[in-house]
């Protein structure tokens, strides 16, 4: 057991391994990829300049010139996305790992760092198991160096590093209850047909998303025409505003994870 609620305990399972090694796990935020971090909140013309929002796009603005719709907000602007990138934990690489056609044409793994043989393996196609297409049938495994400790009654989902579409690799996601089994195992994944190169040392290859174990219910609450209309045009009045971002100020809780 953990010493105490929300509280994530990481202990490395190779003796050499450290707070400052390259697999040391880290919060999701702070691998946020860079290409997000240069992408644009509002989206611009050809020429770099900013697109103005029209009447149609902004319907509830006040009326005036089109200076007063705002800007056009992007991808870059929706808060569901930031957290997909910064909830939770990741896991990284701790070298190097070359993957190339073999002899017999099928994808293989080169460790550069013999100290991590066992962190990558391949293995042969899963029986019965539905591989991802535009993926090597081929697969491989991570092996962890690290485990996880989660307090009573909490579990752990791990995956690929959410929207994280540049990396060559596919994992089978999986629960684990962290806190009743601390050592991780391995976790299958998939690189992508044709793709041949080096995956670096310290690239995030799992995500890890603690949550409290819990009991679900649902039903289905049916709108009638004139309710749908209703919440459809309260919804465009509160969100359609000048540059968007009204959800991000007036809605979004941030999660904070150390």
Known sequence: MSERSNMAIFRPYRPWLNKESKSAPSTAQSVTP?????ADVFAKSPTGEYYKATKEICPFAKEGTTDDYGKIPT?????????AFSTGY??????DLTFYKNDRGTIDVKVENPQ????????PPMPQFQHPRG???HHFAWFADWGLELPDGYSALFMTPMNR???PFLNTTGIVDSDKVHLLGSFPFFIIEGWEG???????????????REDWDHEVRMLGQAEMQSKYMENSMF????????????????????
């Open 116 to 123: 991590y043989a066992d962190f990558c393996t391949a293995r």
């Open 34 to 38: 860079q290409w997000y971090k240069d």
């Open 90 to 95: 990741v896991l990284k690489t701790p070298c």
């Open 198 to 212: 080096v995956i670096p040392a310290g690239t995030p290859y799992l995500q890890i998303l603690p949550f409290k």
């Open 239 to 258: 969100y359609r505003q000048p540059d968007g971002g009204v959800y991000k100020s007036k809605v979004w809780s941030r999660r904070k994870y150390k």
């Open 135 to 137: 993926y090597y049938e």
């Open 75 to 83: 991808w870059k602007a929706c808060p569901a996305i930031l957290d």
């Open 165 to 167: 579409f540049d990396l």
